[in-house]
């Protein structure tokens, strides 16, 4: 059955304000598919962000959305979630909220695994306000804050969601959406912290700084750049130099999911104080 | 010779950071603020300063590298808006703490939640008591000329206080108005070379700062913090009127400036830009006979106390405008100064608050000539309409 956008966008609060072509529509639009084939209730799931272009996606969303301060909401969905651990909580982040001023956040949520998604737009620039390099910006790219070619390195965010513990890592691009609504449903379906990040066409901020002005040559230069995973498996390093690789890069069901644990320690704690008042006379 | 250019406020700033050509500059974009480190970023990459630029990834990273880096002995600047300013409200203090003459221009902002990108003054309120000089501009010029005279502030041996220079979000910051800059080489004669008595890695003078303090010596160290603060008024007036000996300029470089005050019956207070469209009002007052003055606060912190009672007793009644709330306070911030400067005065002025203006919401000259309404009745009938009004605000 088609697809009843609608009923999960506040009608009210659009058009909306991003640039036409822009990819955070594809990852909202992918987000609410998933959403729709999980089936999950409107009023049983919230949808935290922090600040940027992507973290606007929550005010179109007619869902239980809190829209926080740049960088900190995964801390305030992790509030949410520890307070009603049997309700759906996604955290929606562009690459700046989730890896420069709140990267610290993020390495703590992935290490805790608490069962949360976040999905982060990865445009590889802070589009919001006016295309100054993020940690995600490619060696050599132009950026307002770096006219001659940035010479930071950038954060593989997979890599550095894998490596800091998150439990259902995939990376998905905005010219496959149809991926990209797999990966969010795995992840959304997945117990335990899911990131998905979703490369994604910034060509007001970062395109036009680098040759990519419009929508279509800039996802045409994603969909250049990308190699799903079987693909790569069977490609040399050589091959595979200056490519990302997409599809589901890490799962494991075995780590324990934090609210489990919390639960666990209070019954466990409980039980014990109860063994206690029992051996009393 | 000086230039006359169109340049928005935050252009204005970042031409004054340019002749100041700091040492050291941390950068974070947020929105009021960006364009004035874009600007600021241009004399770097065009090498027209010598400055080593430091892109960070959050305001407090700013705030601790320039702390770092002024303790080290350079001469360093940020700017910020709204929640930046929050995020660095930790680092402020230690700024203060360690007497680190820092200078950052704060492009006022509403701060969240709701979220709101326009300008009020609830971010500096909120660091209002975190050991900063607080210097407010009414215009692009001022915010320029009280950039260059907050480094000499700042600076000074007996003051070494930081400062914060603020300009309304949007109107301040994007407006474009004519600017004077003047020549730059004067300017840096003016400014003076940083010359910091302790920095770090001085092999000769090894130094510790911000240790660990407990009740044996903190209270101490936070109260002899007070010396520079304190100090400051006569030097911010003394750096002003050399300012204006040497440029020439027609700013305001007093504490405060008392327009049309001298035979004034009532008058009212505010900072910042709200000043233009007031002188406004109360020239076209004046020429209906109407007996009304302003005061235009320039120095928030430390405030004028003294000199600002010595001119309000004159007045019958006084209104005090406020662009930010003091929740559970009496009012706004600016409004709980003035009545504490008023304490003790014989046949003090009768008072009343008037907010507005949060989040961007617009002031017109009808909103303020209401103010002055209100004042005319409260001489009339001894009692102001209300205590604390709402400017322009839905009912
Ligand atoms: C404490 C704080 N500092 C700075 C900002 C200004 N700010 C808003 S969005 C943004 C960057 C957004 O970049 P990203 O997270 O990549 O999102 P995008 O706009 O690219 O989707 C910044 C620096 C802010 N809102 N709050
Ligand atoms: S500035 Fe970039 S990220 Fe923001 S809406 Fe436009 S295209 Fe999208
Ligand atoms: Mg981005």
């Known amino acids: ?281 | 010779m000086p230039e006359l250019l169109a340049l928005t406020g935050n252009d204005a700033v970042a031409y004054a950071m340019k002749q100041i050509n700091p040492d050291v500059v941390a950068a974070y974009p947020i929105t009021p603020q960006t364009s004035l480190m874009q600007k600021f970023a241009d004399f770097v990459a065009d090498g027209e300063v010598d400055t080593e630029m430091v892109l960070v990834e959050s305001e407090h990273s700013a705030m601790s590298a320039v702390v770092g880096s002024q303790a080290a002995g350079a001469r360093t600047m940020t700017a910020t808006s709204a929640c930046g300013l929050a995020l660095m409200h930790e680092v402020l203090y230690i700024a203060a703490g360690y007497r680190l003459p820092v200078v950052m221009p704060v492009v006022n902002r509403a701060l969240s939640a709701p979220i709101n990108i326009q300008g009020d003054h609830s971010d500096t309120m909120g660091a209002r008591d975190a050991g900063w000089i607080h210097i407010f501009s009414e215009n692009a010029q001022e915010a320029y000329e009280n950039t260059l005279q907050a480094i000499r502030i700042a600076e000074h041996p007996e003051v070494l206080t930081p400062v914060m220079v603020t300009l309304d979000g949007f109107i301040i910051s994007h407006g474009v108005e004519t600017v004077q800059i003047f020549d730059t080489a004067r300017v840096q004669q003016f400014v003076g070379e940083y010359k910091p008595a302790f920095t770090l890695l001085n092999p000769h003078k090894p130094m510790t700062l911000g240790s660990l303090d407990f009740s044996d010596f903190y209270f101490e160290h936070k109260v002899s913090q007070l010396q520079g603060i304190n100090y400051s008024p006569k030097v911010i007036l003394e750096v002003g009127r050399e300012f204006q000996r040497t440029f020439g300029g027609d700013c305001c470089y007093e504490h405060f400036e008392a327009y049309r005050m001298d035979d004034a019956e009532m008058a009212v207070i505010v900072l910042g830009s709200t000043a233009g469209a007031t002188r406004m009002v109360v020239d076209d007052l004046r020429s209906r006979g109407i007996a009304a003055g302003m005061v235009k606060i320039r120095t928030f912190r430390p405030f004028p106390y003294e000199e600002l009672a010595a001119t309000l007793k004159k007045v019958k009644a006084v209104a005090v405008m406020d662009r930010s709330l003091a929740y559970g306070g009496d009012g706004g911030p600016v409004h709980i100064e003035v009545r504490s400067a008023m304490y003790g005065v014989n046949n003090a002025p009768l008072m009343a608050n008037y907010i507005y203006g949060l989040g961007g919401k617009p002031i017109d000259l009808v909103h303020i000539e209401s103010v002055f309404t209100d004042m005319q009745q409260a001489i009339a009938t001894g009692k102001f309409p209300r205590r604390i009004g709402y400017l322009n605000l839905k009912e």
């Open chain 1, 1 to 281: 059955m088609a697809v009843d956008y609608l009923y999960y966008l506040r009608a009210d609060k659009l058009p909306h304000m991003w640039c036409p072509g822009c990819g955070v529509g594809v990852v909202v639009k992918s987000m609410i598919g998933a959403i729709d084939q999980l089936g999950w209730e409107k009023n049983d799931t919230a949808v935290v962000s922090g600040i940027g272009c992507t973290s606007r996606a929550p005010g179109y969303m007619d869902m239980n959305t809190l829209h926080t301060t740049h960088g900190r909401a995964l801390t305030f969905a992790t509030g949410v979630k520890m307070a009603a651990p049997d309700k759906h909580v996604i955290v929606i982040s562009g690459d700046g909220d989730a890896t420069a001023i709140g990267g610290n956040h993020f390495i703590h949520a992935c290490r805790r695994n608490i069962d949360m998604t976040l999905i982060i737009v990865n445009n590889n620039i802070y589009g919001m306000t006016g295309g100054q390099f993020s940690p995600t910006t490619p060696y050599g790219a132009k950026a307002a804050t770096t006219p001659h070619g940035n010479i930071d390195p950038s954060f593989d965010l997979a890599q550095l969601a894998i490596g800091a513990g998150a439990t259902y890592v995939a990376r998905g691009s905005v010219d496959n959406a149809r991926m990209v609504q797999k990966y969010i449903r795995d992840g959304l379906a997945h117990h335990g912290f899911s990131v998905i990040e979703v490369l994604s066409n910034c060509h007001t901020q970062y395109g036009r700084r680098n040759k990519m002005s419009d929508p279509i040559t800039m996802v045409d230069w994603i969909a250049s750049q990308v190699v799903p995973r079987n693909k790569a498996e069977k490609m040399s390093p050589e091959e595979l130099q200056g490519k990302i690789i997409t599809g589901e890069l890490h799962r494991n069901a075995e780590r324990p999911e934090y609210t489990d644990e919390y639960r666990k320690l209070i019954e466990r704690v409980q039980a014990k104080q109860a063994a206690r008042a029992g051996a009393r006379p």
